[in-house]
Structures are given as C-alpha cells and as structure tokens.
C-alpha cells in the first residue's frame, strides 16, 4: 500500500531532525549542559510563583497547585511545540540568507524542512520542568475518566495551538524579513500570560485571548473543567470543551497564512 502524504511528511521530519540529533551528540557534553542549563533558567519562573504563594494564600482564588496545573499545562504545550517546530521561527534568517532558496529546490515540502532544520533536544529542559510540574499539580485533581478525557484532549490541543501561532506569525516574516520578537510576543508572551489564571485580567484581555489569540484554550476553560470550577468570568461552560476546535482551528489558519507567504516570496536573487 502507497504510503499516505502525511506519513511520509513524518518520516521526511523526522530524518532530518535525526541527522542534527546526531551532529549535536558529536559533542555530549555540551548538549547535556545546554539541556539542564535551559530546565534550571525555566525552573526560575515555577520558584517565582512558589515564592508569592509563600505570602499569598490565593491568586483570585486560585491556589498554589491550582496555577501549578494553569502553569504546567501552559509550559508543556509551548514545550513541545517550541521542541518540535521552534526552528520555523529563524524563517527571516533563511530569507536573509538566501538558505530558504536552498530549500525550495529539494524534494521535501518546505515546511517540513524549515521547522525540522537546526532541530535540537536541548529544549528538554523545559519540556522535562513544565512535565514535573504538571505532574505535580496533577495528584490534586480528582480524576474521573471525562477529566482524563478532556485533560488528553487539553495537551494535544494546546500543541496544536501554539504549533499554529508559531507557523502563523513566523510567517510575517515573509513581508517583513526580521520580526522574530513580534511572533515571539504571541508564542512565549501567549504561554506566561496563560501561566495564571485569566480572571486577574481585565475581561476585554480574556475576550481577546479567547477569539482573537486563542490561547485561552490552551489551559484555562479545560483547566476549570478539570479543577470542577465554574468560570468566574462568566464565559459559556461549552469553552471547556472546545479546545480541539481551537487547535485545528489555529493551524488551518496557520497553513493558509504560510501558504500565502510562500506565494509572496520572490527570492532574494542570491
């Protein structure tokens, strides 16, 4: 049977992020560093918040293992995203360069080179601190199995959130050549503002989180789910469940902004 274009889109990902795993184990001790000095600097944003419950005994009425489920949830889908894809966002670098040119003459699909090109572990750090604090957070749920349902359904969901805003506004760009930090504001600035729960901002900040840059559904409608909470904004309940429709969402709108911005790419001439 004829292998289906996704599947060999994976495997095409997954060769090329093999070949840099292996040019980065050439120097192990290096690697081992980058990866625990990358989870430590993380781990500083976790002790922050453990240092204000020392004086605080809510955020909102939220407690401590409460913004830890808010927190870890939020940190591990930017984690594996930003594992899995983060390289897309050096796009401007490749215009620049004239590497992307490069790229548009091999076999593979453009996108697939660009977010696998440069793919590094070291990012584990963070994928392995924003894990433990999920995990922790965790043993204060009471689980039953639609909130194991919708907890599963939280994690993909947010990747594919945060998948989409990578792809998406990386893509700018392609018409601008150097935006990082204004795509950066939207992915990293998107995942510490969801580290806590939302009801501390003013109502026309969740609005926009929730249909303009949905990251709201990244953790906090399924979290409120899952801690058997109502919303104290007073947003439909139906929010609790619409995540995955926020993820695919997301990377549909993604795929058409990339796609447009390939169209628009003219070359650098070089």
């Known amino acids: 049977m004829a292998e289906s274009a996704a599947a060999l889109h994976l495997r095409s990902y997954l060769q090329i992020a093999w070949l840099w795993i292996r040019a980065a184990w050439q120097y192990p001790t290096s690697f081992v560093l980058l990866a625990v000095g990358n989870g430590l600097i ?13 004086h605080l005994d809510d955020l909102a009425g939220f407690t401590l293992p409460e913004v830890a489920l808010l927190y870890g949830s939020a940190s591990l889908a930017l984690a594996v995203a930003d594992t899995a ?26 996108l697939v080179q660009v977010c696998a090109d440069q793919f590094t572990l070291r990012r584990l750090g963070r994928l392995t601190q924003a894990t433990i604090v999920f995990g922790w957070a965790c043993t204060y749920v ?19 959130v945060f998948f989409g805003l990578f792809v998406g506004f990386s893509c700018v760009q392609f018409w601008t050549t150097d935006a990082t930090e204004f795509a950066n504001a939207f992915t990293y600035g998107g995942a510490t503002v969801t580290q806590y729960p939302l009801n501390i901002f003013p109502r026309e900040v969740l609005v926009g989180l929730t249909f303009v840059i949905p990251v709201a559904f990244v953790n906090w409608y399924p979290c ?21 429709v926020a993820g695919v969402l997301t990377m549909a709108a993604a795929l058409l902004v990339w796609r447009s911005g390939v169209r628009h790419y003219t070359s650098t001439g070089s």
């Open 224 to 244: 409120l789910f899952l801690l058997g909470r109502s919303d104290p904004t007073g947003m439909p309940e139906a929010f609790q469940f619409a995540s995955p």
């Open 142 to 160: 009471d689980w039953t199995p639609a909130r194991v349902l919708v907890a599963v359904s939280m994690l993909v969901s947010g990747g594919l």
């Open 85 to 110: 894809i983060g390289s897309v966002e050096r796009i401007g670098s490749y215009i620049r360069t004239g590497r992307l040119d490069q790229m548009m003459t091999k076999p593979v699909p453009l």
């Open 42 to 54: 993380t781990a500083l944003d976790f002790v922050g918040l453990w240092i204000m419950f020392a």
